[in-house]
């Protein structure tokens, strides 16, 4: 499974910004897909996951009322849309997936808020 990024940049606060990423190879694998993101002092934290049915999503609690993830009608796309972003949203984003025996990382798009 491979993992490509988009839609990262630098923002103010209090604006939005979306996330997507898009998937290939063994997609039929994929039972899940996600958010992490690695901060500038290297905590890593899964920011939202949502499953391939869509039936169960879950999100940090930081992120909760602000973050929303969803997927495309192929499945094989999954975005984050990120509104009222904070200072402390700052970090290198990584899309995710998982699969019954392994899970897999994209390269990360950088995401700058601003005051």
């Known amino acids: 499974v491979q993992l490509v990024e988009s839609g990262g940049g630098l923002v103010q606060a209090g604006t939005s910004l979306r996330l997507s990423c898009a998937a290939s190879g063994r997609t039929l694998s994929i039972n899940a897909m996600g958010w992490s993101r690695q901060t500038p002092g290297n905590q890593r934290e899964l920011v939202a996951q949502?499953?391939?049915?869509?039936?169960?999503?879950n999100y940090l609690d930081s992120v909760k009322g602000r973050f929303t993830i969803s997927r495309g009608d192929d499945k094989n796309t999954v975005y984050l849309q990120m509104n009222s972003l904070q200072l402390e949203d700052t970090a290198v984003y990584y899309c995710?997936?998982?699969?019954?025996?392994?899970?897999?990382w994209g390269q990360g798009t950088q995401v700058t808020v601003s005051s």
């Open positions: 995710r997936a998982w699969t019954l025996s392994r899970d897999y």
């Open positions: 949502i499953t391939s049915d869509g039936r169960t999503i």
